[in-house]
């Protein structure tokens, strides 16, 4: 079955960078896109980005442009979610999702996400 | 970019009740993207509807989708407990992105 596991739990100071990662299995890993998605507690879900593993082609949403930065490594079927500048806000639960073409590019698949927490 | 605008934002309901949930979104979207999402405390959101009116695998018959435009609707005919959740409706577009900022499904 498709599984998307992240790493673990980041503790990370104001200006700091995070890396996230997000390694699938189950299906072939060039073949969907991955997006990343975020949560802040108590709050909703908010859109940050996409990457076709097959091509490397990225795209963000307008306000993580210059500070995140999203990779593959086709090679371990896994992707990357890094960013940069950290602020107390940032802290939130960050999960990588699969799209499926098949379903209108809807996001059939989550992984279990990735707290991030940002404080000094 | 497109805003999508959830309503109501609270929704208080019985078990056997029928739902009926709202996302406008503010410029005519392409039906065919769009999609909701339910999330439960602490997990990871689950799709339920795709391409406005779509089942997803596991979804039951109870969750229907409609709408075009700007206007769609996430209806439970007869809510289930295990259906009060956080409901969230996304928009793909070509590009990007969106989601609405979620109705909660509680109990009454």
């Known amino acids: 079955q498709v599984q998307l596991v992240q790493s673990g739990a980041e503790l990370k100071k104001p200006g700091a960078s995070v890396k996230v990662s997000c390694r699938a299995s189950?299906?072939?890993?060039?073949?969907?896109?991955i997006h990343w998605v975020r949560q802040a507690p108590g709050q909703g879900l908010e859109w940050m980005g996409w990457?076709?593993?097959?091509?490397?082609?990225?795209k963000y949403a307008q306000k993580f442009q210059g500070r995140v930065t999203v990779t593959r490594d086709t090679f371990i079927n896994t992707a990357y979610m890094e960013m940069s500048s950290l602020r107390s806000d940032d802290t939130a639960v960050y999960y990588c999702?699969?799209?499926?073409?098949?379903?209108?590019?809807?996001?059939?698949?989550w992984g279990q996400g990735t707290l991030v927490t940002v404080s000094s | 970019e497109i805003v999508l605008t959830q309503s109501p934002g609270t929704l208080s309901l019985s078990p056997g009740e029928r739902a009926t949930l709202s996302c406008r979104a503010s410029?005519?979207?392409?039906?065919?993207?769009l999609a909701w999402y339910q999330q439960k405390p602490g997990q990871a959101p689950r799709l339920v509807i795709y391409?406005?009116?779509a089942r997803a695998t596991d979804t039951p018959d109870r969750f229907s989708g409609s709408g075009s435009g700007t206007d769609f609707t996430l209806t439970i005919s007869s809510l289930e407990p295990e259906d009060f959740a956080v409901y969230y409706c996304?928009?793909?577009?070509?590009?990007?992105?969106?989601f609405g900022q979620g109705t909660k499904l509680e109990i009454k």
């Open positions: 999702a699969r799209d499926d073409p098949i379903m209108a590019a809807a996001l059939t698949d």
């Open positions: 410029q005519s979207v392409r039906s065919s993207y």
């Open positions: 189950g299906y072939t890993f060039i073949d969907n896109y």
């Open positions: 391409g406005a009116s």
């Open positions: 996304q928009h793909y577009g070509t590009s990007w992105s969106s």
């Open positions: 990457i076709n593993p097959n091509s490397g082609a990225t």
